[in-house]
């Protein structure tokens, strides 16, 4: 369970105990089903890391996009996964691959539809780059409609293992993640993922 939703839930259940006590006990049913509801958005779970040289994703949801990042000509051109989380899905953000975090870079935004391909361009969003030590990769938590909190719990310079926790995005949100040709893709759109476990891409055999 993240903290957050700790003092979410006893702030709306504080209000709702006031509601009770003031009006009529209905009117406080809102504020303890918001209250566990908070209880659930900010679940944290364990998940088991896969070994070997892949990268995992950095967040559960929906990947809703797999875009090349160049033209035909540019063959280190980087590509783009980009993953869907609604207001049901774990928001907790993991790191990608291991490695030290060379840049974190946070870009002020609109709050368009996190569903939308626009909302990697025009939302308000934090990329970070893992260097690996012979690949780099990077990830932007990207803000939604309703997501107006990115939270990063790291620094530049900072090391990550695969997987580790590093943040998250509070209600429906997007994740971006950024792979170089070193990669092979292993997920398609539509498929469902889950961060630190999911399997986003393995390293090519050189």
């Known amino acids: 369970m993240v903290i957050d939703g700790i003092y979410y839930a006893l702030a ?21 089903a918001i209250s566990l509801f908070c209880l659930y958005f900010f679940r944290d779970p364990e998940r088991g890391i896969p070994d070997g ?12 996009g797999i875009r090349p990042l160049g033209g ?12 869907f989380l ?14 030290t975090i060379t840049k974190v870079d ?18 308000e ?9 012979d690949t780099n990769v990077s990830f932007a938590q990207i803000a939604g409609l309703i997501a107006r909190r990115i939270v990063f719990n790291k620094q530049t310079g900072d090391h990550v ?14 994740v971006d ?3 170089g040709p070193e990669w092979e893709i292993a997920v398609k759109p539509g498929d469902r993922v889950q961060g630190g476990s999911s399997v986003l891409a393995r390293r090519k055999q050189v």
Do not use: M
């Open 12 to 32: 709306l259940t504080a209000g709702g105990a006031v509601v009770w006590y003031l009006t009529k006990p209905w009117w406080s049913l809102p504020f303890f």
């Open 53 to 64: 040289p892949v990268a995992v994703s950095p967040a559960d949801g929906k990947v809703v």
């Open 72 to 83: 035909p000509s540019q063959t280190d051109a980087p590509a783009r996964i980009s993953i």
């Open 86 to 99: 609604n207001i049901f899905d774990v928001h907790v953000n993991r790191a990608p691959i291991a490695g």
């Open 106 to 123: 946070y870009t002020k935004g609109q709050f368009l539809v996190a569903s939308r391909e626009v909302a990697s361009s025009h939302n």
């Open 125 to 133: 969003r934090n990329t970070v780059t893992i260097d690996g030590g």
């Open 161 to 174: 293992a695969k997987g580790e926790r590093v943040g998250l995005i509070k209600f429906g949100s997007r």
């Open 177 to 179: 993640v950024f792979l």
